[in-house]
């Protein structure tokens, strides 16, 4: 479903004629860390428990580029306590993001959507390295003690995401599949606009996402 969404989102770009490039993919310069940037690292892995050294991704991926702007969309597993511990720490004092105080409060308001995405193994569990930096996952739905290890390293990555693009030189942009679009006189999820396109709302959704880069 996300590439189905995102999909959407491309092809109404072409159709505006607006230049982007599909599945941006960074390779992480790692003599752009300096001591600043690993102690914002470290405090995001602290945040969540992380055991022993932190670590560093050396690729990112983005669902599109429109410039120097790297765009993300955002489904409900990003959306948890985890991810409202990293988003607490100094990566967001030091530098600007607008959409932070929304993405606390969807933390907040949203877990139980989470909950019901994030329970499959590969999700709840997460990869190998998940164990490793977090700890075993207690029991499938069981966020009590250590919780779960892949949420965990989902809500990591995404602070190193946002971190390490800005160090590139780019700002990142997050779509939240919770936000709203005012159209035709009430407010509408754009998670459901992207999930059954309409052509006649292509424009809205149009000027909606290249508001973001305002």
């Known amino acids: 479903m996300h590439y189905l ?29 300096d001591q600043k940037a690993r102690e914002l690292l470290a405090d995001a892995y602290k945040s969540l428990d992380g055991k022993g050294e932190f670590i560093i991704l050396d690729k990112l991926k983005f669902d599109f580029k429109i410039d120097r702007f790297l765009f993300l969309y955002d489904d409900a597993v990003h959306f948890n306590r985890y991810r409202l511990s990293t988003l607490k720490t100094g990566i967001y004092d030091t530098f600007t993001f607008p959409w932070v105080e929304g993405y606390k409060r969807l933390c907040r308001t949203f877990e139980k959507e989470c909950h019901k995405a994030g329970v499959q193994e590969r999700v709840w569990n997460g990869p190998p390295v998940a164990g490793r930096c977090f700890g075993p996952s207690e029991d499938f739905g069981d966020l009590s003690n250590n919780g779960s290890a892949g949420w965990k390293l989902n809500a990591y990555n995404d602070a190193q995401y946002d ?11 997050r779509i939240s599949m919770y936000e709203n679009l005012m159209t035709g006189g009430s407010l509408k999820k754009i998670d459901q606009l992207l999930t059954r396109p309409n052509q006649d709302l292509y424009n809205p959704i149009a000027s909606w996402l290249l508001r973001k880069m305002e």
């Open 5 to 33: 969404k995102v999909n959407t989102l491309l092809d109404i770009l072409q159709e505006k004629e607006v230049p982007f490039e599909e599945e941006f993919r960074i390779e992480v310069n790692r003599n752009l860390l």
């Open 163 to 173: 971190l390490l693009s800005r160090l590139h030189g780019y700002k990142i942009i």
